[in-house]
């Protein structure tokens, strides 16, 4: 994709009649999306999105403050079972989902300074090492939380999650409109959709505000940026905390979109998948990280959908389990695109100049 036909790509976006169009589209998708594909299809839309917030809060971390954060999943983790316990027959709680998402939000924020406070003096791979073993001590902590006292239910995970509740409306149900039905995918997606509006909105904000601006600061040069005058360990308490605040919500929603939650979903995979996007999309770019998430979410299930019946087609069974060949042609993809396209997919100019005189 080359400069001029991106720059040309968001010009026409960003026109009143892009906008228009955009909107139309995103608003009537459920409808001919789900009526075309299915079900199945509308859920792996749904779970774009959700990967699209996770990589927005990511990005904060890793695309603005240039942390590297191998265990953002924790923080997943940390909304996702907020929200189950609170909304769940296993304490026989079941508060309103519109209670549960600040406190979800406020529990990660929690535990993204908790995380960033002991990482202030570290930097590249020393900093990853510390964050992947936060992210698997949270994995290891919900899983063994069921004795003495039975808390998280351990390994067989939490069901029973009550659904998000719209005026009224439980969106793990369907709606009729006259001759128009929406089932529990179509209806997250409005839901989901609305909240990556808010965080592209958010995300925008703090990159064009002072915060954000320290916050490159700190990336290019923390030496420099603090004998600037800049606060450099506040402003790396808040990337930690502002960026886990969009992980807890995102495993919130994750719980009552599922209904069950269990530590097999947030596995150190899930933590790296979350940071390929943000990565391969173009790191500090809201477009390409938008991009990447779309990318590494729905790819997986088109080749799931081309390698089996190939398999089939041409030796009558399974040769190589799908999962390992799906995951080989993603990491080849992925080793490539690193050669040739360093900067991401879609990077911001900035970090594509910084590249280029590098």
Not at 244 to 270: C, D, I, K, N, R
Not at 311 to 333: C, I, K, T, W, Y
């Amino acid at each position: 994709m080359s400069a001029d036909f991106k720059d040309r790509l968001v010009r026409q976006a960003a026109s009143p009649a892009g906008r228009i169009l955009l909107v139309v589209l995103l608003l009537t998708l459920p409808f001919w999306f789900g009526a075309t594909l299915g079900p199945y299809w509308m859920r792996i839309v749904d779970f774009c999105l959700l990967y699209a917030l996770l990589a927005l809060g990511l990005n904060i971390v890793v695309g603005y403050a240039g942390l590297l954060d191998l265990g953002y999943i924790a923080f997943y983790a940390v909304g996702a079972y907020v929200f189950a316990l609170l909304a769940s027959p296993h304490f026989d709680l079941h508060w309103s989902a519109w209670m549960i998402l600040p406190l979800a939000a406020v529990a990660a924020a929690f535990a993204g300074a908790l995380l960033g406070a002991p990482t202030l003096r570290l930097r590249g791979d020393y900093l990853a090492i510390v964050t992947l073993g936060f992210g698997e001590i949270v994995r290891l902590f919900m899983n063994n939380l069921d004795r003495p006292v039975n808390i998280t239910n351990g390994p067989q995970g939490i069901s029973g999650i009550d659904p998000v509740s719209v005026g009224g409306v439980s969106l793990g149900g369907s709606l009729h409109l006259g001759p128009v039905s929406l089932g529990s995918a179509q209806l997250y997606f409005y839901l989901l959709l609305a909240l990556v509006v808010v965080a592209v909105v958010i995300c925008r904000r703090l990159e064009r505000s002072r915060i954000g601006r320290a916050w490159v600061a700190i990336r290019e040069d923390e030496i420099a940026a603090h004998a600037m005058g800049i606060n450099t360990r506040n402003m790396k308490l808040l990337a930690f905390a502002m960026g886990a605040t969009f992980g807890g919500v995102g495993g919130a929603l994750f719980a009552s979109f599922q209904g069950f939650v269990s530590p097999e979903s947030f596995t150190l995979m899930e933590s790296i998948m979350v940071l390929c996007m943000v990565v391969l999309g173009g790191m500090g770019h809201i477009p390409g990280v938008l991009l990447g998430a779309c990318l590494l979410t729905l790819t997986p299930e088109l080749l799931r959908e081309v390698i089996n019946p190939l398999q089939r087609e041409l030796f009558g069974h399974m040769v190589v389990d799908p999962e390992n060949l799906r995951m080989l042609l993603f990491g080849s993809a992925m080793v490539l695109v690193m050669l040739y396209r360093p900067a991401g997919l879609w990077p911001s100019r900035r970090r594509q100049r910084e590249l280029e005189h590098d």
